[in-house]
């Protein structure tokens, strides 16, 4: 039997992807002469910070790490808006990336800052949303 063709589209997904552009910004930051993490050098730089501040909260400072982790975020998103290109650390367009790394980095900063025992920043409507919640009825 052949297959006759009705003029619908087949319900199949097509083999290859097409008409999907990586987001602007996504080419290496240096040529191919250079070996890889030299040529991804804006994320190798953000995920060694990230790393160093897993570090330094492992060795029991955990209020400095989480500091030098919401650092790495902070990097992130100044290096995605400065640098035309800056390869793997673009995800999406940089219009999304850079307040997506802005948020995340400002939050583990903020959370640092207001960490149990002795929080170095205290935000009393924080601390009443904290209460309410730890409420037991």
């Avoid at 990097?75 to 219009?95: M, Y």
């Avoid at 800052?113 to 409420?135: C, F, N, S, T, Y």
């Amino acid at each position: 039997m052949s297959a006759v063709r009705t003029g619908r589209s087949s319900r199949r997904r097509p083999a290859r992807t097409t008409g999907t552009l990586p987001p602007e910004g996504s080419g290496a930051a240096m040529d191919r002469g250079h070996s890889l993490p030299v040529r991804q050098w804006p994320i190798t730089l953000v995920v060694l910070v990230v790393a160093a501040g897993l570090a330094v909260t492992w060795s029991g400072h955990f209020r400095y790490g989480l500091l030098t982790m919401g650092g790495g975020f902070l990097l992130g998103a100044l290096l995605r808006l400065a640098v035309p290109e800056v390869g793997l650390l673009a995800v999406r367009s940089r219009f999304t990336d850079v307040p997506v790394l802005l948020f995340f980095g400002a939050v583990i900063i903020l959370l640092a800052l207001m960490a149990q025992p002795d929080p170095w920043l205290r935000l009393r409507m924080l601390e009443d949303i904290g209460k309410l919640i730890g409420r037991r009825h």
